[in-house]
């Protein structure tokens, strides 16, 4: 039985990262521009509170609240458009995050926002180009780098006579990311994906095993056993597959790997 793609990449199936790489850097925007409004900055600090809560109602009313005491607030446009993004809605929630960086050109954590939704709403060369604005504002933005590394990624698998830049750009954002953060369990998954996808499998089946080292979860377990698969590595492959099941008993994708890896020895997977 021929072994599948790891469903990783956030083209495919998002990463709870890419969702919480809004939710992290929105709370860097929290501060009010200087000379607000101090009935707007306390609402914009309420609005955010709610927010940390998990009460997107109360914080979307806050946000509009600060925005009657100062409508060009660029902080209370990225609040609503947090909300609209955590409700789904990501043409409200671009439409609120252009809002924002139109006010504020240098509000990187407005950009980094809008790039993210762009790339959920898969148009992964326009969300580089914020990401980008983003990291040339603020080079330490965690969500910022790992959703341009994915954006990079996504755009070749788009587009396959750029495939080999877009993705030698992606490793080296993912590369950079691990710098400063050598524990990013996002980074390290997503580089064990794309040395999948290139055929590098030794490469993609350790950065599997690590990426489960630093925080197990089913994913990383269904990719290295795919990666031991097709490396002829059954047994290995087999175990993998077996911890993923054990993690997620329910998963339909690893029980499928786990019969590919059980026959392997047998035959070319």
Do not use: I, K
């Amino acid at each position: 039985m021929p072994a599948r793609r790891p469903p990783l990449l956030p083209a495919h199936r998002p990463l709870p990262a890419l969702a919480l790489a809004v939710a992290a850097a929105c709370q860097l925007g929290c501060a009010p521009s200087p000379l607000v409004h101090a009935r707007a900055a306390e609402q914009l600090q309420r609005g955010y509170r709610h927010l940390g809560a998990g009460d997107a109602e109360r914080a979307e009313v806050a946000f509009e609240h600060a925005l009657e005491f100062a409508p060009d607030l660029p902080e209370g446009w990225n609040g609503l458009g947090v909300v609209a993004r955590a409700r789904g809605d990501l043409e409200a929630a671009r439409r609120s995050f252009t809002r924002a960086v139109r006010l504020a050109p240098a509000f990187a954590e407005g950009h980094a926002n809008l790039g993210e939704v762009l790339l959920a709403a898969r148009r992964p060369a326009e969300a580089a180009d914020e990401l980008r604005s983003a990291l040339r504002v603020d080079p330490d933005l965690a969500g910022a780098r790992l959703n341009l590394a994915r954006s990079l990624l996504q755009q070749g698998l788009l587009e396959p006579a750029a495939r080999r830049d877009r993705w030698g750009e992606a490793r080296h954002e993912y590369l950079h990311l691990l710098e400063a953060e050598p524990a990013s369990v996002a980074a390290t998954q997503d580089l064990a994906f794309l040395a999948f996808l290139e055929g590098r499998l030794a490469e993609a089946a350790l950065g599997y095993a690590r990426a489960a080292s630093l925080a197990e979860s089913p994913e990383a377990r269904l990719g290295e056993c795919l990666s031991l698969t097709r490396l002829q590595r059954c047994g290995e492959a087999q175990a993998a597959c077996a911890r993923c099941l054990w993690l997620a008993p329910g998963r339909e994708d690893c029980r499928v790997a786990l019969r590919a890896a059980a026959a392997c020895g047998g035959a070319a997977p």
